[in-house]
């Protein structure tokens, strides 16, 4: 007997009447009309059953600290970054893991099952780094977390970042990280990006560097993470995260910079509720957006996928994990608004980002994990409008989060006695 039988669901290619069966946390087949006997089957009422939410880009050290020690009453990138730095020295482990795991809790009530996070190593005491290290043991049977080594400081900036970033890469972080942008001058930040690139070839790590994260159009810095990519044969494994002052650049620059960033393989990951909330600043009116071009990069071939970057932290006081409230601020913003346009918005926040993550067995399809997510919405545009009820959420073919039916009752003259938000087409 199998574990899993999930019938005529709706998967996100379109195809409908789709029957999943699931045997020792693995998708055995995928087909209409499945026979078989499982322990446990769910009707998923022509509902979307996709691949859980994937976060490419996100602050599991800084998450829930909001208020701490104080509010970001500019709401300017440098003031949380000052902000960040005076709450370090007060941080405890327990803290930092009290907080990550109640995202975590959050994270996987909205089908978010994998997170790229990034962890600050300029504190010597690598105490952030512990912290996420002993989180990513804890959450392991139920959600991915990989860890970026960040050099918040400056890698060439903050005394000793270099050994500390090696010593938090040999206790088990994940990804090499940087921030050429805020180095002291643009010819450290190419020489950071040069460093830290080469530490990544020597070690076959992954690279993802927080990159031009400004609206000054002269930051350049992701030419040369590209560069530094196909000199070291990283195609695929080096990813570039905000690109903010992509938005600002030349347009004829751009049109060099885009093919080479394709040329390169290096990715790119917007985060669309803290570009626009935290650039364009210092504009009166227009007043720029600030988010790069998603629409431009996508059509080039580079993947790209959406972060939420931050949830109730010294930059950022809102967010609840809710990938699909990502993934509108990135359609609305871009004004990626044709059909094929919002599909490639839900893409950015599961499949695009589950590329960049390099994460195995992901996707609905027989040999994959059993990881997915039940939606109450009947394809990815309408999930993306209805910031769809999660109304199950697999992990091995295990239901470990369900949440009821949205709903609400009307007592109005003349009127039906319910709301429906799924229209008849």
Sequence with gaps: MSDLLVKNATLPDGRSGIDVLVADGRIVNVSQR?????????DAQGCLLTPPFVDAHFHMDATL????????????????????GELKPTLTQEAIVERALAYCDWAVAKGLLAIRSHVDVCDPRLLAVEALLHVKERVKSYLDLQLVAFPQDGVLRSPNAVELLERALAMGVDVVGGIPHFER?????TESVRLLCRIAADQGRLVDMHCDETDDPHSRHIETLALESLRHGLAGRVNG???TSMHSMDNYYVSKLIPLMQEAGVSAVANPLINITIQGRHDTYPKRRGLTRVPELMAAGVTVAFGHDCVMDPWYSLGSADMLEVASMGLHVAQMTGQDAMRACF????????????????GIAP?????FVLLQARDPVEAIRLRATRLAVFRGGKMIAQTPAATAAL???GRPASVDWMPER
Excluded: C, K, Q
Aim: proline residues 3%; charged residues 15%.
């Design 34 to 42: 499945i026979s078989a006997a499982a322990a446990r089957t769910v």
């Design 65 to 84: 600290s909001y208020g701490l020690p104080r509010v970001n009453e500019s709401g300017t990138l440098l003031e949380g970054i000052a902000l960040w």
């Design 185 to 189: 001058t643009m010819h450290d930040g």
């Design 241 to 243: 995260s905000h690109l």
């Design 347 to 362: 893409d950015a926040v599961t499949v695009n980002a589950a590329a960049i993550l390099h994460l195995d067995g992901y």
């Design 367 to 371: 040999g994959n994990r059993a990881d």
């Design 411 to 413: 007592d109005v003259p």
